[in-house]
């Protein structure tokens, strides 16, 4: 079993709609999540981290972790043209100065 | 402030031959993590290594690979005899060394073995 799971798509969706990108994890020694956003031929960028289980919230993307379940989403509201990348779950035991663990990406396509 | 910098950008290398790729972090970054992305998979963990020390090889395959982050210049991620499986995207990211900061990736070294 992989220690991160993450749905690969691709997914499309329409300009505006709300995405739903999830993963799930098996470690319960994780307890940093990350969210990021790669473009294609560019190198991940961070989005979001979180720590505690519950919803943060920046700008149009929203994280939410529920670590009973080993759960964690984000959420893009109005979505647009500008979001389609691949975007990458990531996990570890301390925020900084440490290995990540990823999911191995989901890629999105907003259509205008 | 110029940010994590790797070069090649792109390498060729023919099975049997070395390559060498290179990292300059962010400027004050002391920590550099290499990750390899093979296609359609997400990133994967190679080394962490800290200026003249490696802090953490466990994703390293063991044998043809070695890393290396001198206390002057670039670290260094050098693969010999390359297969073609060794094909790939390789990330190249740094971090202060504070902890509680995240890790800044730079474009990636993308190989292709003939």
């Known amino acids: 079993q992989k220690e991160v799971e993450q749905d690969p798509g691709p997914l499309s969706v329409p300009e505006g709609a709300i995405v739903s990108l999830n993963c799930t994890y098996s470690?319960?020694?994780?307890?940093?999540f990350m969210w990021y956003r790669q473009y294609s031929r560019k190198g991940p960028e961070l989005l979001m981290y979180?720590?505690?289980?519950g919803n943060k919230e920046d700008g149009r993307f929203t994280a939410q972790v529920d670590k009973s379940s080993k759960y964690i989403s984000l959420f893009i509201r109005d979505s647009q043209p500008s979001d389609s990348a691949t975007y990458l779950c990531?996990?570890?035991?301390?925020?900084?100065?440490?290995?990540?663990?990823f999911g191995t990406g989901t890629r999105l396509t907003i259509i205008p | 402030n110029a940010g994590v910098m790797q070069n090649p950008r792109h390498l060729v290398r023919r099975r049997g031959q070395e390559a060498r790729l290179r990292c300059s972090p962010m400027?004050?970054?002391?920590?550099v993590y290499w990750y390899r992305q093979l296609p359609e998979e997400g990133l994967k963990f190679m080394v962490y290594?800290?200026?003249?020390?490696?802090?953490?090889e466990s994703g390293m395959p063991k044998e043809r690979f070695s890393a290396e982050f001198p206390k002057e210049g670039p670290s260094i991620l050098r693969i010999q005899q390359v297969v073609r499986g060794d094909s790939a995207a390789y990330f190249c990211?740094?971090?202060?060394?504070?902890?509680?900061?995240?890790?800044?990736f730079g474009p990636g070294t993308r190989l292709t073995v003939l």
């Open positions: 990211a740094s971090s202060p060394e504070k902890r509680g900061d995240e890790q800044f």
């Open positions: 290594l800290q200026k003249e020390n490696i802090i953490d």
């Open positions: 990531a996990k570890s035991t301390n925020f900084g100065n440490e290995k990540l663990t």
């Open positions: 400027k004050g970054h002391s920590h």
């Open positions: 470690n319960s020694a994780f307890q940093y």
């Open positions: 979180t720590y505690s289980s």
